[in-house]
């Protein structure tokens, strides 16, 4: 799907096929790997100021024809590389063709223990709402 930072592929189902005219891929990816970065989540939090740590989602939605989605998160406000708070029930609202732009740097501790072998992920200029 994605090689080197750049989209090669979608996912598209049957259903999404027919509407959009084009031959299906899949439906989801199922084993989806992501190269780990270089630095830990601590050290890449150093040099970001401020910023939020999503520990939890807590629902959402997401238009698959459109690409917009919104999702309720859970986390930690940190700033200069400490945590300062807790936060919930907060939102992020955006486009998945525009919001995996702005991924910046995957962290070095990837999440081996499902299909998705994933490390903490980097976005910047990712616009929040809620307390």
Known sequence: MVEKGVLNE???????????????TTGSPSNLILPPGKRSVAEIMEDLGRGIVINGFIGGNSNSNTGDFSIGITGRLFE??????????MNIADNHLQFWNKLAEAANDPWIYSSWHMPS?????????GV
């Open 10 to 24: 979608y996912y598209i189902d049957w259903y999404r096929s027919r509407k959009l005219g084009v031959e299906p």
């Open 80 to 89: 200069k590389g400490e945590f300062i708070q807790a936060v919930s029930e």
């Open 121 to 129: 992920l980097v976005f910047t200029d990712v616009v929040v709402s």
